[in-house]
């Protein structure tokens, strides 16, 4: 981890942006250039050992102090206070080397891709897995599975953090990034796929309203595909599915979001919206929806000669597991 000295200060007056949005700051160049990093990336804020979160650098402000970050009143309460502070920043904006669980012990942030350099057809992606977005990391895991024989990609990123004493902090409020932010040069696994050019990709993420929206820049017909599929997963839940409008404030459709970014032309992105009972009681059934929706749109791609040489391995392993079987009834 790169850190440098900085000194926390209030936004200014005329900073309406970081007054306005919490997960902003403003960096001077010379303290953004000693830890490497550019205008629009994302970097840690520590006030303290157990006070930290990550940020999009918003604005390159030249201040009479080189060490100065300025953030609005809510971004710094994000830190567990109202008032400016001497702390450090530092990179890189996931941790590179930590295991799951000891990210989870530790409240932190790592970085996840599965990708074998080549696939082009789809990308499950999960930005806000752990406890950030409970499930949804669970979710794109499960799409994943399912799909095994295809070789889907799939890249996220898993947060933990524990509360304060009374309650607020967490996760969400310590390393949440908005997805139409997300640096791909801030997180490496993202930066290798991110001009890759995907037919398909499908982001998992959990909001606070009542449904589950269906949103991105992918073709009316998919998402309505889409839609009916949830639907039918979770009948009997009230869970309203619907698809978004173009006014929709979570309606995925911004070319910026990484998971239209993420495909051919910034036109195949389907970003899936869930409230916590759609996350929690129905994660499976939706993901398994979305696997069996995007078996379909695999399949129609692929060459029939592939097809044909599934069809043979799949032969071949249940002849196999038919032998084993047979073998181990027949041991003593
Ligand atoms: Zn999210």
């Excluded at 450090?88 to 990708?115: F, N």
């Excluded at 078996?295 to 597991?321: F, G, K, M, Y």
Aim: charged share 30%.
């Amino acid at each position: 981890m790169i850190e440098s000295h900085s000194i926390v200060r209030k936004a200014l007056p005329s900073q309406d942006d970081l007054k306005a949005r919490r997960e902003h700051c403003s960096v001077d160049s010379r303290l953004l250039g000693s830890v490497g990093a550019a205008l629009g990336q994302q970097i840690r804020i520590r006030r303290t050992a157990t006070e930290y979160a990550l940020y999009t650098v918003s604005e390159l402000r030249d201040e009479d102090d080189a060490d100065v970050v300025r953030i609005g009143l809510t971004g710094r309460r994000r830190l567990g206070t109202d008032d400016p502070f001497e702390g450090a920043i530092a990179l890189p904006a996931a941790d590179p080397t930590l295991s799951e669980s000891d990210a989870e012990a530790s409240g932190e942030l790592v970085e996840r891709l599965d990708d074998d350099g080549e696939h082009r057809g789809l990308i499950v992606i999960a930005p806000h897995g752990g406890d950030i977005e409970p499930h949804t990391d669970e979710q794109a895991e499960r799409v994943v599975f399912g799909l095994g024989g295809y070789g889907v990609s799939s890249w996220g990123c898993k947060g933990w953090k524990e509360r304060r004493e009374d309650g607020s902090g967490g996760a969400l409020e310590c390393w949440h990034i908005t997805s139409t932010e997300i640096d791909p040069s801030s997180f490496p696994g993202l930066g290798s796929v991110i001009d890759r050019g995907f037919a398909h990709a499908v982001a998992f993420h959990g909001f606070d309203e009542s449904e589950i929206l269906i949103g991105g820049t992918a073709p009316a017909p998919l998402k309505e595909e889409i839609r009916c599929a949830i639907e039918a997963a979770t009948s009997g839940s009230d869970i309203p599915v619907r698809i978004a409008k173009p006014d929709d404030q979570f309606g995925g459709d911004d070319p910026c979001n990484i998971v239209n970014l993420l495909t051919v032309g910034g036109a195949g992105g389907i970003q899936i919206e869930q409230s916590l009972p759609a996350r929690r009681d129905h994660a499976t059934a939706i993901a398994d929806a979305i696997a069996t929706v995007f078996a379909r749109e695999l399949r129609r791609h692929r060459p029939p000669w592939q097809e044909n040489i599934s069809d043979l391995i799949e032969w071949v392993r249940q002849a196999a597991r038919r032998v084993l079987d047979w073998g181990s009834r027949r041991m003593p």
